[in-house]
């Protein structure tokens, strides 16, 4: 063995003379701090963030309104003992909601125009403008004549404005043919005392024979065609359709009348003739030359 030495040889002891030995001991200066881990941020917790920011944001808008408030109301004390009332000064969103809300209800408040009163309102504005076009017409006339002391034979702008004049007067005239029956019946009804009406359906051929009339409370309206002619009557009623039947029909007709239902009416036809009751108002066709068909009555009928 190395190791082996004779006895009385003396053999220190290895640990006495062995070198020093580091400390094993942690040294806690070089030791990293410890850091802590971020907070997992939940859902919940972004939208109570987000809640108290948009609270805080209110609170200062009305703090700030509070404020411009009490500067607008403010007055010295010298020219007023009682305290004034903050004014309420609403946000603009609310505003703007209360604005449409009062635009919608006054819409729905506004009349719905029939079909007569948009028919009438197109003729009265037609007829103003044309009343416009004839002022205009004159005044570029008078203009024309003092501005440049021509001779108005000799003057384009005076030609044009006699063209212009001419195909007005010419649109009136045809706007004034195409409502005259429907004038015509409004003179006779304010007479008679009756709400009648122009039939929107006649007869090809057949055409309106002069003017509506009044007659001891009737509306009267005849329409030819060359030799065939018939007569519609309108007059006011307390009767419905049985009491139509049972006081006239059955009566003046008997029971070869026949009857014909259409879009709510009960029509009662004897040959060419026909009697309905519609609104409260009597009708009555009259067929002199015994011209028009069963359904042309019909058709007349509905038409009303």
Same mark, same amino acid.
């Given at each position: 063995m190395d190791d082996f030495r004779p006895r009385g040889t &003396?053999?220190?002891?290895?640990?006495?003379?062995?070198?020093?030995?580091?400390?094993?001991?942690?040294?806690?200066?070089?030791?990293?701090?410890?850091?802590?881990?971020?907070?997992?941020?939940?859902?919940?917790?972004?939208?109570?963030?987000?809640?108290?920011?948009?609270?805080a944001m209110v609170e200062k808008m009305r703090r700030e309104q509070a404020v411009q408030a009490r500067k607008r109301t403010i007055q010295p004390l010298e020219t007023s003992k009682k305290p004034t009332q903050p004014v309420v000064i609403k946000h603009p969103m609310v505003a703007n909601a209360e604005a449409k809300m009062k635009a919608r209800a006054e819409a729905a408040r506004a009349p719905i125009m029939s079909a007569q009163e948009q028919?009438?309102?197109? /003729?009265?504005?037609?007829?103003?403008?044309?009343?416009?076009?004839?002022?205009?017409?004159?005044?570029?006339? /008078?203009?024309?004549? /003092?501005?440049?002391?021509? &001779?108005?034979?000799?003057?384009k702008r005076f030609v044009l404005a006699i063209s212009m004049s001419a195909v007005a007067v010419l649109l009136l005239g045809y706007f004034v043919h195409l409502n005259m029956p429907d004038i015509s019946v409004r003179v006779a009804a304010s007479r008679a005392g009756v709400d009648g009406s122009y039939p929107s359906y006649i007869p090809r051929g057949y055409s309106l024979d002069g003017l509506v009339a009044e007659n001891n409370g009737k509306i009267e309206m005849t329409f030819?065609?060359?030799?065939?002619?018939?007569?519609?009557?309108q007059e006011k009623t307390t009767w419905d359709s049985a009491a139509l039947y049972n006081n006239f029909v059955m009566r003046e007709w008997g029971a070869e009348a026949v009857?014909?239902?259409?879009?709510?009416?009960?029509?009662?036809?004897?040959?060419?003739?026909?009697?309905?009751?519609?609104?409260? /108002?009597l009708y009555k066709i009259d067929d002199i030359k015994d011209g028009l068909t069963r359904q042309q009555l019909r058709d007349i009928a509905v038409s009303f």
């Open positions: &003396h053999n220190p002891s290895a640990s006495a003379h062995r070198g020093a030995q580091r400390s094993t001991t942690l040294n806690r200066k070089f030791v990293k701090k410890p850091v802590a881990m971020p907070k997992v941020r939940t859902r919940a917790d972004v939208e109570r963030e987000a809640l108290a920011r948009r609270r028919k009438d309102l197109a /003729i009265k504005r037609a007829l103003a403008q044309m009343d416009r076009m004839d002022t205009v017409v004159e005044e570029e006339v /008078i203009e024309e004549v /003092i501005d440049k002391k021509r &001779h108005f034979w000799q003057s030819s065609n060359a030799a065939l002619k018939f007569t519609v009557t009857i014909l239902r259409e879009h709510g009416l009960t029509i009662y036809v004897l040959g060419s003739d026909a009697v309905w009751i519609n609104g409260g /108002i």
